[in-house]
């Protein structure tokens, strides 16, 4: 819980610093949906965010190795692809993923937010029920 | 210098997910597998930033704009509609599929994981099939 809780300090104060200079939501849906239709002006700090999501990717390989071993088995590159498909067209439709409406929205104690996360986070746990059902295992 | 703030933030944003275990599948189904063997840890990612950013928000919001910028560029939308719900609902069941939503995905490409650069493309394709949808449909 400890280093849950440090991680997710780190994540408010990454959110609060690109409010306090930039003014910006740190929403990473509406950031990459933001570089996939670009206007001008409004695209290179998109870019160069989502370069520093990599750039923290790799920093993360070297201190901090088991970030990137998973050890949930029963999952095949289809149910990725799947997965892939409902988080794209389910954020979206809904303007906003875990960092948008879960940290920045609840934050401001916008009344969306809140109710799109418990929405989500509800149907993650039904998902997580039907996955289970069907694999024996998450 | 806005540009310098976005890569810096990129960069924590990224730490912060790693060391609190959103990039691990296994970590983020568990904590979705509340009737099972539900690992609880994930609560304190959201506790920890939204402790931190409402804080900080509450006090900023009192400024008319930010350091760099001439203005907040915060949502408007206030109404609670189809759209929001069912949005929500979609994309919950796809982090729960798999354990991953857009912030780790993209953090998690540097691992070269066929798996991650399926579900990435795949978000995008998709992404790409809602503006088209929404194009047709919704406007």
């Not at chain 2, 203005?71 to 759209?83: A, E, V």
Request: net charge positive; proline share 3%.
């Amino acid at each position: 819980m400890t280093t849950a809780l440090i991680g997710g300090a780190i994540i408010g104060i990454a959110v609060s610093l690109m409010l306090v200079f930039n003014g910006r939501v740190t929403g990473i849906s509406g950031i990459i949906s933001g570089v996939l239709s670009p206007k001008k002006y409004d695209t290179s700090w998109r870019i160069l965010f989502l370069l520093g999501l990599l750039s923290g990717g790799i920093v993360l390989r070297f201190i901090e190795p088991q970030a990137f071993q998973n050890e949930s088995h029963n999952m095949s590159i289809y149910d990725y692809a799947f997965a892939g498909i409902l988080v794209g067209f389910g954020t979206l439709l809904g303007n906003g993923c875990t960092s948008g409406h879960g940290v920045c929205g609840i934050s401001r104690f916008s009344v969306r937010s809140i109710l799109a996360t418990i929405v989500f986070i509800s149907f993650g746990i039904l998902s997580v029920l039907i996955f289970k059902a069907l694999r024996g295992g998450i | 210098m806005k540009g310098l703030i976005s890569f810096a933030v990129g960069i924590l944003f990224s730490l912060g997910l790693g060391l609190s275990g959103m990039t691990q599948t296994h970590v983020v189904k568990g904590f979705l597998d509340v009737f099972g063997d539900w690992n609880l840890n994930l609560i304190g990612v959201m506790v920890g930033a939204i402790a931190v950013h409402s804080i900080v928000y509450h006090i900023i919001k009192r400024k008319e704009s930010p350091l760099l910028d001439s203005k907040f560029y915060l949502p408007t939308k206030k109404d609670l509609d189809w759209k929001l719900m069912t949005g929500a609902a979609i994309f919950g069941l796809g982090w729960g599929w798999a354990g991953i939503c857009p912030g780790p995905g993209i953090v998690s490409l540097v691992s070269g994981d066929p798996n991650i650069i399926v579900f990435i493309l795949s978000m995008v394709v998709s992404m790409f099939g809602f503006k088209f949808f929404e194009k047709k449909f919704l406007s």
